[in-house]
Antibody, heavy 116, light 112 residues
Framework: QVTLKESGPGILQPSQTLSLTCTFSGFSLSTYGMGVGWIRQPSGKGLEWLAN???????YYNPSLKNRLTISKDTSNNQAFLKITNVDTADTATYYC????????WGQGVMVTVSS | DIVMTQAPLSVSVTPGESASISCRSSKSLLHSNGITYVYWYLQKPGKSPQLLIY???NLASGVPDRFSGSGSETDFTLKISRVEAEDVGIYYCGQLLENPYTFGAGTKLELK
């Protein structure tokens, strides 16, 4: 059974760094072809893909945020991470991680609010 | 970036009838390997998105066969036959062909 769960700070101030963790089970990021992605969704709005990390540590970022994003993984502990630097109110959203087999499994999402 | 354009933005359907949602991409989603990298997701109210259709026409695991996907290189359709109450939500198409992955704005399905 594949599950994913996101965790994060909930609220942070502008200019801070947002650190998110995706803890998953039912698959391994050491398996050939496996990947995890991060997608976010501002309240009442659509989906925005942020980044992917693959079994071979290949990483892909959305160019619109590339300089601010860092994705990483801890294969031993079945976790993937996303950091977003210098956050702004525009980064307020629900952040999802999903298994990148077409994003066939999603976490429940974690709400992040950026506010002074 | 590849732009995904969905239509209509909302649709109201009588239970038991069928519904179709269109999605158009600004670039061909057909890879040289023969696979068309368009996906369909449903986000039920208050829930995470769930995969319905992958690679244009393949039904995801556990998804009722009332759902089907079809299309060409740039024009795609999600069809729901015999709409049920559990189908209410926002439907998104997405392209996973190239970076950055992009999604349509969503189509809200409601019941009459």
């Amino acid at each position: 059974q594949v599950t994913l769960k996101e965790s994060g700070p909930g609220i942070l101030q502008p200019s801070q760094t947002l650190s998110l963790t995706c803890t998953f089970s039912g698959f391994s990021l050491s398996t050939y072809g496996m990947g995890v992605g991060w997608i976010r969704q501002p309240s009442g709005k659509g989906l925005e893909w942020l980044a992917n990390i693959w079994w071979d540590d290949d990483k892909y970022y959305n160019p619109s945020l590339k300089n601010r994003l860092t994705i990483s993984k801890d294969t031993s502990n079945n976790q993937a991470f996303l950091k977003i630097t210098n956050v702004d109110t525009a980064d307020t959203a629900t952040y999802y991680c999903a298994r990148e087999r077409g994003f066939d499994y999603w976490g429940q999402g974690v709400m992040v609010t950026v506010s002074s | 970036d590849i732009v995904m354009t969905q239509a209509p933005l909302s649709v109201s359907v009588t239970p038991g009838e069928s519904a179709s949602i269109s999605c158009r991409s600004s670039k061909s989603l057909l890879h040289s390997n023969g696979i068309t990298y368009v996906y369909w997701y449903l986000q039920k109210p208050g829930k995470s998105p769930q995969l319905l259709i992958y690679r244009m026409s393949n039904l995801a695991s556990g998804v009722p066969d009332r759902f089907s996907g079809s299309g060409s290189e740039t024009d795609f359709t999600l069809k729901i036959s015999r709409v049920e109450a559990e189908d209410v939500g926002i439907y998104y198409c997405g392209q996973l062909l190239e970076n950055p992955y992009t999604f349509g704005a969503g189509t809200k399905l409601e019941l009459k």
